[in-house]
């Protein structure tokens, strides 16, 4: 009976260890969830066990922008630039930093500078949010300098069409960022766009505006070759110089070089007729 | 018989050690005799006068061969300083008329051949005419019958040194202008003195350019002063960013016309200028500027403003 009694506790624990190490394998395998697929790198890191992905990553060094900035000169300005723009794409709240920087500093050719860094990252100048950030400043900041550096900023974006109505607002309305936002909406060559109310706008402009360089500045602008050709007899020489720019008529630019009294403006002229032939 | 048979000997001799040079324009510096090979002993064929340019293809010793009369003629390398930077035309036809002047009404001096190369007096050209300094004088050529070809410095005297490797500011003196309405000269002072080495002052360069105080100094003529003084090659063109760059990297200041009112080193201040672009960053461009001072930097988009909607026109090299 004793026996009997030792060989069932036997059995007994024998099926206790038994079912003890299949509950630890069911548990260590409800534990371990089915991997999921990955698709992604993004994906690979989350899938990654957590102290895979909890390793801290190092915060970039503080850049003190100011300091930096007051070696803006000669060489300093490449390397400061390259560095600036190397850490706005790794870093986007150092962009921030540059745009608080931008709107409290005053000397125009730093302003420029911090402007020029921002657009350099293209998902910058092209995101509506800067431009709109950079809009509101040329419409409403107090110093000249920073106005014309926003539109810089602008004029570099793939596309102004989020900002287009108020900026042809601004070259219509405001005659001392006029001739700058002209420049902005007709863009650079590689990011310009056929745009009929620019058109019309100039054609405005050449017609009643009285500061010779903006008439001058919108009958290019413009591109009207029989505006040109009338304006090629304008009073103010900076306009005659625009003007025989845009002038296709050999007849008209010949008679206007026979006529033409200013000899860096006949120079001009000249110039422009060999280019005619 | 000997005696020639003994020349002869020598010419050859003579020819086996020439060394041939990439074509070198040589200005002389007086007068001074070419001769049928590199030594006094040989017979003289005729002279160069002093501002004149030849095109030198080979050297012996101090001695070059150049392009002369219609043939080639040898003539000592120290009464000559090398131009760098500048171009010459290369005949492309059998024979080529070369003219006292520059029409077809004018007397026949001579010919050049194909493949003989002159420096071109661009300054001095009157479309289609080409003015050359052939066998000792002044003469034209026809400009349908040439092309255009780079000549190189070196020689007697040094080509401007090469940027820094990894740099692309170089290192041109600066000057300022002297008065409010110099910076044309000033400009032009600038690219001529790194160009060529040579000093020349603002008044004398003034005086060439025709600078009046009521309009200043036309683009035209920053180019040929440029041209004139430094026997370079810089033309007038439409201005292009990559264009200045590509300058720079050849070791090329520009010269630019611009609106200041477009440039934040300028305050965004309305008036009208001229000055040296030499050096690149990855957004913008170093310019010399006569009034400012050295080194003042413009982003690129304002420097296209500044030159594109002002003339658009702006003193380049090639």
Redesign the interface.
């Known amino acids: 009976m004793r026996r009997l009694t030792l060989i069932a506790l036997g059995v007994a624990l024998a099926g206790a260890i038994l079912a003890g190490a299949r509950g630890a394998h069911d548990t260590k395998r409800r534990a371990s969830p089915k991997p999921r697929p990955v698709e992604t790198p993004r994906d690979e890191a989350a899938a990654l066990p957590s102290e895979g992905v909890a390793e801290p990553t190092r915060a970039p060094e503080p850049i003190d922008i100011r300091a930096r900035l007051l070696k803006l000169e000669g060489d300093e300005i490449a390397k400061i630039e390259e560095e600036f723009e190397a850490r706005v794409i790794e870093d986007p709240a150092f962009a921030l930093q540059l745009f608080d920087v931008f709107l409290s500093e005053t000397d125009p050719v730093k302003v420029s500078f911090l402007q020029n860094v921002l657009a350099s990252h293209p998902p910058l100048r092209n995101d509506p949010e800067w431009l709109e950030r950079f809009l509101k400043v040329a419409e409403r900041d107090v110093r000249f300098d920073r106005r014309a550096a926003a539109l810089l900023f602008i004029q570099q974006a793939e596309t102004i069409r989020p900002v287009h109505d108020r900026l042809l607002a601004l070259a219509e309305g405001d005659r001392e960022l006029c001739a700058h936002a002209l420049v902005a909406l007709r863009g650079l060559p590689d990011r310009r766009l056929p745009d009929p109310r620019l058109v019309a706008l100039a054609g405005r402009l050449a017609e009643r505006e009285t500061n010779p360089d903006v008439r001058g500045l919108a009958i290019r602008i413009e591109g009207n070759p029989q505006r040109a050709e009338k304006a090629l007899s304008d009073p103010e020489r900076v306009v005659r110089m625009h003007a025989c720019q845009v002038v296709t008529s050999r007849a008209a630019l010949e008679a206007a070089i026979r006529t033409e009294s200013d000899p860096e403006v006949k120079q001009v002229m000249e110039f422009h007729f060999a280019q005619l032939k | 018989m000997r005696l020639r048979g003994a020349s002869a000997t020598l010419v050859l001799f003579l020819a086996s050690a020439a060394v041939a040079h990439a074509q070198t324009a040589l200005k002389a510096s007086g007068t001074v005799n070419v001769r049928t090979g590199p030594g006094t002993g040989y017979g003289i064929i005729g002279q160069a006068h002093a501002g004149q340019v030849y095109v030198g293809i080979a050297t012996s010793g101090e001695w070059w061969k150049i392009y002369y009369n219609g043939g080639t003629g040898w003539t000592h390398g120290s009464y000559y300083s090398a131009l760098s930077g500048s171009t010459g035309v290369k005949v492309t036809t059998d024979t080529l008329n070369v003219r006292s002047g520059p029409s077809t009404g004018y007397s026949i001096l001579g010919q050049v051949y194909m493949g003989q190369i002159h420096f071109w007096t661009v300054h001095e050209s009157i479309a289609p005419w080409y003015k050359i300094y052939w066998g000792g004088r002044e003469a034209y050529i026809h400009g349908d019958y040439v092309t255009r070809v780079n000549l190189t410095g070196g020689g007697t005297a040094p080509p401007p040194p090469p940027p820094p490797s990894g ?3 170089l290192s041109v003196t600066h000057y300022y202008q002297v008065n409010n309405y110099y910076c044309g000269p000033t400009s032009a002072q600038i690219v001529i003195q790194y160009v060529s080495g040579a000093y020349y002052g603002q008044h004398t360069i003034a005086a060439y350019c ?1 600078t009046s105080p009521s ?7 920053v180019k040929q002063a440029i041209n004139y003084y430094a026997g370079a090659a810089y033309s ?1 063109v439409s201005y292009d960013g990559e264009r200045l760059r590509n300058n720079i990297r050849n070791n090329r200041p520009s010269n630019i016309n611009f ?1 200041c ?2 440039l ?2 300028w ?2 201040s ?1 008036a009208m200028h001229h000055s040296v672009v030499k050096g690149y ?4 461009f ?1 310019v010399h500027d006569t009034w400012m001072g050295p ?8 420097l ?2 500044a030159v594109v ?1 002002h ?3 702006t003193a380049m090299r090639y």
């Open positions: 740099t692309t500011n025709g309009y200043g100094t036309s683009n035209w003529m007038q609106q009112r477009y934040a080193y305050g965004y309305s960053t990855g957004g913008g170093y080194n003042k930097w413009a982003s690129s988009t304002e296209y403003n909607y003339y658009n026109l």
